[in-house]
């Protein structure tokens, strides 16, 4: 069975990648596309590499032409708000052209073969503002163009591949571990700390809003939806969405204070007015039922010893 990841190179796809070649070894072969990762990156990931841009959809369809998969798992994209703001042409590019690019060449050159991909919980928006968990069947009111613009890309899904191509939405909230970059909240105090602690920055810890509160995964808990969506697909049709989360908020203070209780740094804590968002959402729910009724899926992971594991990367890091 040829498996293709997009985004293959990503926080997240390089664990997805890893996870498929230990649980399906042989059994499959594993396409990986990235547009600028290097082919010895991929090589050190064991699986085959294609250099494919998504905003490129004679690129897209060749690609999907030459090697039609029969799962392909859409990771790719712009994938956080800070990345996005300011630059909605370029996020639509991606996020929703792009992901118009990839179910065209599934239609076209691989129909049958289900998709499982990678969209946001945030397509809730203001609905959050009821502060019940949110199901599927909840409005989608998305509040900022990266939002808006996955949004759009799972209505591409719906209308244009999934009468081929059985299409699993996964509507994702906050998920973190070693590796993340700093756009993101917890690598970003993390990797400010682990400065402070070596000397390298001023003790002076910048923020934005803290008394945001947040639904928080491991990665790896997230690869594990990822693996039980893969199961499902054997018998997917049409088009399914579901909702990915731990079912626990958190405040952003809260993790603040952990990691600050994990450090012997004497610093202090600034607001930064830069890190505020116009769109502040107080606080995310959703209520995954219905993948869990389907999968038995259930974050397995403590998100305490997460925090831990963010901090010790950034050490070794800096």
Not at 129 to 156: M, W
Not at 229 to 250: E, P, Q, T
Request: aromatic letters at 6%.
């Amino acid at each position: 069975m040829t498996i293709l990841v997009t985004g293959a190179s990503g926080f997240v796809g390089t664990r997805l990648v890893e996870r498929l070649r230990r649980e399906l070894g042989g059994g499959a072969r594993v396409i990986g596309w990235d547009r600028t990762a290097s082919p010895a990156a991929h090589a050190a990931l064991g699986i085959e590499w294609r250099s494919v841009d998504l905003t490129d959809a004679a690129a897209v369809d060749a690609a999907v032409r030459a090697d039609p998969p029969r799962r392909a798992f859409h990771l790719a994209g712009l994938s956080s708000v800070k990345q996005t703001e300011g630059a909605a042409a370029a996020t639509y590019a991606v996020n929703a052209n792009g992901t118009q690019h990839l179910a065209r060449a599934l239609r076209a050159h691989a129909p049958g073969a289900t998709g499982v991909f990678a969209r946001t919980g945030m397509v809730y928006g203001s609905a959050f503002a009821s502060g019940e968990p949110l199901s599927e069947t909840a409005p989608v009111r998305p509040l900022d163009a990266y939002a808006r613009s996955k949004l759009a890309g799972e209505i591409v899904l719906q209308d244009l591949l999934s009468e081929r191509c059985p299409v699993i939405t996964l509507r994702l909230l906050n998920h973190s571990g070693p590796g993340q970059d700093e756009r993101f909240v917890v690598p970003s105090f993390a990797a400010q700390i682990a400065r402070i602690e070596k000397g390298l920055a001023e003790p002076k810890l910048s923020v934005g809003n803290l008394g945001a509160e947040r639904d928080f995964l491991d990665v790896d808990d997230v690869i594990d939806a990822y693996m039980a969506a893969l199961a499902l697909a054997d018998h997917a049709k049409g088009f399914a969405v579901f909702n990915i989360a731990s079912g626990r908020l958190r405040s952003i203070a809260s993790i603040l204070d952990r990691l600050i209780a994990l450090s012997p740094a004497k610093l202090a804590v600034e607001k930064d007015a830069g890190r505020m968002r116009a769109s502040e959402i107080a606080a995310t729910r959703c209520d995954t039922a219905a993948f869990t009724a389907r999968t038995g899926w259930r974050p397995q992971r403590d998100f305490d010893d997460t925090i831990a594991a963010i901090l010790d990367w950034w050490r070794g890091r800096v």
